[in-house]
C-alpha cells in the first residue's frame, strides 16, 4: 500500500528534472557510436524518468501515462522494429541481420548503411528494455494488478 | 549449524580458488588467450567494415547481432513472466 | 600463492566476492537476503569477465577522431582492450536484471502465499 505524502521540495524537484532525465536518455541512445552508451544504458536511464515519478508524486500519474495496454504494446514493438530489420534485409537479398543489403532502399553505400542499421536497431532495444523496467516496477509494487483502482490513496 | 558449516564450505571454496588463480594470465598482459584470436580483428576492422567508431556497439549489434536480438527476446520473456506469476484470476 | 599477489589481485577480489555471495546463498535464512546473495554471486563473474579484458597502457575501445570514414587511420590491437568481454557482460548484465525481478515477483507470491518469508517456517507450513 503506498501512503500519499504531500513533500514540495521532492515534487518540485522531481518536476524539474522528469524531462531532463528523458533527454539524457536519449542522448545517450543517440551517442552510442561515438561514446559509450547504446540502447540497454539509454533504456534504462529512460525508464528511471518513469520510475521517479511514483516514488515523488502518487501512482496513479504513472499508471494514467503507463497503461497496461500500451506497456505491452512498447514492450513488443522493441522486438518488432529488431527483426522486422533484420526481415528486411532478407527480402533484399542478403542474410537474416546483414545491414549492408539496406543500401538498397537507403542512398548511402554498404559501410554506411550498416551504421543506420545499428542505429535502428539500437532504437527498438531502447523501447523494449524501457517499456520491461516500468512494468516490472508497477508490477511488483501493486502486486500485478496493474488496471484496478488504487484504493486507500489519500489516507 | 547452518551458518557454521556455511562458513566452512565458504573458506574451503575460497582457498581451491586462489590455488587455482596462480595459473591465469596476469593481470593486464597483452599476450593473454583472451586478446588473441578474434579480438584483434574486431579491433582494427570494426571501423572500415561497419563505420562506426565504438567497437563495443559495432561488436554487439553487427557482428553478434543474433545474440542480441534473442537478449532482447529474453527481457520481453521476463516482463511477461512477472505479469503472469503477480497476476491471480481468482478473485 | 603470496608472491603472485601483487600481479594477480584482480582474480583475488573476484575469489572473496564469489565466496561472500555463496555464503550468503548457503547459510542465511530470509529469503530476500539469499536473493541478494545470488546478485553478488552474478557481479562477481561478471566483474572476472570484464578485467580480463584490460591490457595495460591501452585506451577504451572506441576510436577517437573518425566518424564514418576511417581508411587512413592505422589502429593497432595493442592500443585498445579487449572490448569482447564488455560487449558478453552486457547481455549477462541484462540476463541478470531479468532474473532479479522474476525472482522478487516470486517472493512476493510466495509472502501471500505463507505469509512469511522466513525459510525455515516455510519448510514447516509445508509438511504440514
Given at each position: 500500500m503506498i501512503r500519499h505524502q504531500e513533500d514540495i521540495i521532492i515534487q518540485t524537484i522531481c518536476r524539474m528534472l522528469i524531462p531532463f532525465m528523458q533527454v539524457y536518455g536519449l542522448y545517450v541512445l543517440a551517442h552510442g557510436h561515438g561514446s559509450p552508451g547504446g540502447g540497454f544504458q539509454g533504456g534504462c536511464i529512460f525508464a528511471a524518468s518513469f520510475i521517479l515519478m511514483p516514488i515523488a508524486y502518487d501512482l496513479d500519474k504513472a499508471k494514467r501515462r503507463f497503461t497496461e495496454r500500451r506497456t505491452i504494446l512498447f514492450c513488443s514493438l522493441g522486438v518488432f522494429i529488431y527483426a522486422g530489420v533484420?526481415?528486411?534485409c532478407l527480402l533484399l537479398g542478403g542474410n537474416f541481420l546483414d545491414y549492408g543489403k539496406l543500401s538498397a532502399i537507403l542512398p548511402v553505400?554498404?559501410?554506411?548503411?550498416r551504421y543506420y542499421g545499428i542505429a535502428v536497431i539500437e532504437t527498438g532495444v531502447q523501447i523494449t528494455v524501457m517499456a520491461v523496467m516500468v512494468s516490472i516496477f508497477i508490477?511488483?509494487?501493486?502486486?500485478?494488478r496493474h488496471e484496478e483502482e488504487m484504493r486507500n490513496t489519500h489516507d | 549449524m547452518k551458518k557454521f558449516l556455511g562458513v566452512a564450505i565458504a573458506i574451503a571454496a575460497l582457498m581451491v580458488l586462489l590455488q587455482g588463480?596462480?595459473?591465469?594470465?596476469?593481470?593486464g598482459d597483452p599476450n593473454q588467450p583472451a586478446s588473441l584470436h578474434v579480438s584483434p580483428r574486431y579491433i582494427e576492422k570494426s571501423l572500415t567494415e561497419t563505420g562506426v567508431p565504438n567497437m563495443v556497439t559495432a561488436v554487439l549489434a553487427d557482428y553478434r547481432g543474433y545474440d542480441t536480438l534473442f537478449e532482447t527476446a529474453v527481457i520481453f520473456t521476463a516482463g511477461v513472466a512477472v505479469l503472469m506469476i503477480l497476476r491471480r484470476s481468482a478473485p | 600463492m603470496i608472491d603472485t599477489f601483487f600481479?594477480?589481485?584482480?582474480y583475488w577480489v573476484f575469489a572473496v566476492l564469489l565466496m561472500i555471495g555463496l555464503?550468503?546463498?548457503m547459510a542465511?535464512?530470509?529469503?530476500?537476503?539469499?536473493?541478494?546473495?545470488m546478485n553478488i554471486f552474478q557481479w562477481a563473474i561478471i566483474l572476472y569477465f570484464i578485467?580480463?579484458?584490460?591490457?595495460?597502457?591501452?585506451?577504451?575501445?572506441?576510436?577517437?577522431?573518425?566518424?564514418?570514414?576511417?581508411e587512413n587511420l592505422a589502429i593497432h590491437a595493442a592500443e585498445y582492450i579487449n572490448p569482447l568481454p564488455h560487449v558478453l557482460m552486457l547481455t549477462a548484465i541484462v540476463v541478470g536484471v531479468a532474473t532479479t525481478g522474476i525472482s522478487l515477483a516470486l517472493l512476493i507470491a510466495i509472502y501471500k502465499q505463507y505469509d512469511t518469508i522466513e525459510e525455515d517456517k516455510i519448510i514447516e507450513a509445508l509438511k504440514k
Open positions: 533484420g526481415w528486411l553505400g554498404p559501410v554506411m548503411a508490477n511488483l509494487i501493486t502486486s500485478g | 588463480v596462480e595459473d591465469l594470465p596476469p593481470w | 600481479t594477480h589481485y584482480n555464503y550468503s546463498m542465511k535464512n530470509n529469503l530476500m537476503k539469499k536473493l541478494i546473495g578485467s580480463i579484458g584490460a591490457k595495460r597502457g591501452a585506451q577504451i575501445p572506441i576510436v577517437v577522431g573518425a566518424h564514418g570514414q576511417g
